[in-house]
T-cell receptor, first 112, second 113 residues
Framework: GNSVTQMEGPVTLSEEAFLTINCTYT??????LFWYVQYPGEGLQLLLK?????DKGSNKGFEATYRKETTSFHLEKGSVQVSDSAVYFC???????????FGGGTRVLVKP | DVKVTQSSRYLVKRTGEKVFLECVQD?????MFWYRQDPGLGLRLIYF???????EKGDIPEGYSVSREKKERFSLILESASTNQTSMYLC????????????FGQGTRLTVV
């Protein structure tokens, strides 16, 4: 079946540091890939997505590239802010499907 | 903006009680979902519905049922609450099949004592 594996947190960084959160997936066919973010006390929000191999999703300074050959969708940001402190979830949806499969989530804490 | 509203932010229930969690979306979405969120396990799908009165089991349906009598409302029912159902419950909706964004409610933190 489909599955998503992401690095365990928490990840603690200083402001302006570089952030990488690794995400790999197992799926048949060509799934769509997503990063969702959950800020404290809130529900999940879509951060970015990519729907085919080599696509790059980007939003709010975050980027992730759909790598079919390594089945990965790593999230990166060049200079984090305190406001980026949140839990980040990698997810996939199989082609023509409507269900999301999530990874375990990675908590990120950015200190001033 | 799409709004997905869950009726309660926090609930405390006793073991054996019948518990209803309600979710309403205001954008005429076809699909609605119930997930539970547990530390280290991410979000796991309990049930989803792709139309009124239609439902499908997700990955962990045991101990739960759902009801969708109207398009905008999707209810999660714990027939007899148990302590291992203490969790954060998240409702989501999306427009249809394929490449559509899922929108989430703020979650209901349920504690079963």
């Amino acid at each position: 079946g489909n599955s998503v594996t992401q690095m365990e947190g928490p990840v603690t960084l200083s402001e302006e540091a570089f952030l990488t959160i690794n995400c790999t997936y197992t799926a048949t066919g060509y799934p769509s890939l997503f990063w969702y973010v959950q800020y404290p006390g809130e529900g999940l929000q879509l951060l970015l997505k990519a729907t085919k191999a080599d696509d790059k999703g980007s939003n709010k300074g975050f980027e992730a590239t759909y790598r079919k050959e390594t089945t990965s969708f790593h999230l990166e940001k060049g200079s984090v802010q305190v406001s980026d402190s949140a839990v980040y979830f990698c997810a996939l949806r199989k082609a023509a499907g409507n269900k999301l499969t999530f990874g375990g989530g990675t908590r990120v804490l950015v200190k001033p | 903006d799409v709004k997905v509203t869950q009726s309660s932010r926090y609930l405390v229930k006793r073991t054996g009680e019948k518990v209803f969690l309600e979710c309403v979306q205001d954008m005429d979405h076809e699909n609605m979902f119930w997930y539970r969120q547990d530390p280290g396990l991410g979000l796991r799908l309990i049930y989803f519905s792709y139309d009124v009165k239609m439902k499908e089991k997700g990955d962990i349906p045991e101990g739960y049922s759902v009801s969708r009598e109207k398009k905008e409302r999707f209810s999660l029912i714990l027939e007899s609450a148990s302590t291992n159902q203490t969790s954060m419950y998240l409702c989501a909706s999306s427009l249809g099949w394929g490449d559509t964004e899922a929108f989430f409610g703020q979650g209901t933190r349920l504690t079963v004592v």
